[in-house]
């Protein structure tokens, strides 16, 4: 198995035990993550960002496969399964990430998956007739991201 596979595989072992300080510590210092809900975080927000995740989980189990990589770039499939607390429905996400590597990390990590999808799990029946709405799918990614402000004011986060 290439290094980089490995290095994913280590990322997706640490997320399975909710280890996000092994999780960040798969990230480039200059890492830049991106998903249809967290846009453009970069550096330590990231590694935030998962540590929030994973502190606020519940319920949560993730099975991931088809990892890959070589020296610039990798991809895997993941699919994490949680409550998601404001609703209390179950989610069951299918993810399609991306990785690009430099000095042995992960310097870029893009998920794709269908916030529509998820929005129905997530909100039941007014996710499924609202959605896909732009507006309500910017309503979604508001939430998230103040969320994870608050998280980092609260945490009193900082870069290192």
Request: hydrophobic share 40%.
């Amino acid at each position: 198995m290439h290094a980089n596979a490995e290095l994913i595989t280590k990322f997706y072992t640490a997320f399975q035990k909710l280890d996000w300080e092994t999780m960040q510590s798969c990230y480039h210092d200059d890492i830049v993550f991106n998903d249809p809900v967290f846009r453009d975080l970069q550096g330590w927000k990231a590694g935030a960002m998962w540590r929030m995740l994973c502190e606020r989980a519940q319920d949560f189990s993730l099975e991931f496969r088809d990892v890959q990589a070589d020296d610039a770039s990798g991809s895997a499939y993941w699919e994490p399964t949680y409550t998601f607390g404001k609703t209390g429905n179950t989610i069951v996400n299918k993810i399609d990430a991306s990785f690009e590597f430099k000095d042995g990390k992960i310097v870029k990590h893009t998920d794709r998956f269908s916030l529509y999808r998820w929005a129905r799990m997530a909100l039941g029946v007014p996710g499924i007739f609202t959605g896909w709405l732009p507006p309500v799918q910017n309503k979604i990614r508001a939430e998230a991201n103040g969320g994870l402000e608050m998280f980092i004011k609260r945490k009193r986060l900082a870069p290192k």
